[in-house]
């Protein structure tokens, strides 16, 4: 039997944990529409407007999972980006809470960027902060390590600043070269405003911009700081 893939091993484990409890979980979807698709400060879609696909999974216990599909783009390389996602929330105290997941990506046509990260976070009311570990972060033989700090402040009714910044650090030597040399950290921001309304639709305004550097082997390819514009709703 061939072995499983990171995507599909990442759901897998998550609802064999949740065992019957599946049954009665809260299953919803989003559909995402961005000028450009940006993550880590980084565009997945060559600079250009994406959509993204999105299916959650909540079950008992804090449990939950997840995937989401778009487009990416890599130089003259690109198809279906896929993210597969599960872990568990619990609570710490009232207003604060723990939480301890898997998160794997698979790249259509460019099979050698799949990778596998673990997280852990803490989740305030209004703030988050995570760390993600991966082994070989897009495969390309470096350890990694990415803490990141948001922030959404509500300002009035439906309308809420936004902030973020994260910084990445890879530690080996790269099986795979690329443009010449690179710092190993590498740091991004977002700051902006979203604007709710319903019961499940979000449009947000923000400023990105990105170091250069970091355990990448695409990096060159995309511009360092652009405005985003985004729209996301729920089904």
């Known amino acids: 039997m061939p072995p499983a893939r990171p995507a599909r091993l990442a759901l897998l484990t998550v609802l064999l944990l ?15 529409l961005q000028s450009d698709a940006r993550e880590r400060g980084l565009s997945y879609s060559g600079n250009r407007p994406g959509a993204q696909l999105g299916l959650a999974w909540d079950g008992e216990g ?3 999972a997840g995937a989401s599909l778009t487009h990416a783009r890599f130089e ?3 198809g279906a980006s896929l993210r597969a996602y599960g872990g568990r929330v619990v609570e710490l105290r009232p207003g604060l809470n723990a939480e301890l ?3 794997a990506h698979r790249f259509e046509n460019v099979s ?4 596998v990260e673990t997280y852990a976070a803490l989740l305030g009311e209004r703030w ?12 390309n033989g470096q350890r990694s390590l990415y803490g990141e700090f948001n922030l959404h402040w509500p300002l009035a009714q439906g309308i809420a600043a936004i902030g973020h910044i994260g910084l990445l650090h890879g530690w080996g030597r790269s099986s795979v070269v690329y443009g010449g040399p690179q710092d190993t950290a590498r740091v991004d921001v977002r700051a902006g405003a979203s604007l709710q309304w319903g019961a499940g639709s979000e449009m947000q305004l923000v400023w990105v911009a990105a170091s250069r550097g970091g355990p990448y ?6 511009r ?10 729920a089904f």
Request: hydrophobic letters at 40%; a positive charge.
């Open 128 to 139: 988050n902060l995570r760390l993600y570990a991966s082994p070989d972060y897009y495969g």
């Open 76 to 78: 003259r390389r690109g």
């Open 217 to 222: 082997i695409w990096i060159n390819a995309t």
């Open 18 to 32: 949740a065992g019957p409890g599946a049954a009665r979980a809260d299953v919803g979807a989003t559909l995402s």
């Open 62 to 64: 804090g449990w939950y």
């Open 101 to 103: 997941g898997l998160l």
């Open 112 to 115: 050698s960027y799949d990778f």
């Open 224 to 233: 360092r700081s652009t405005a985003v514009l985004s729209l996301t709703t």
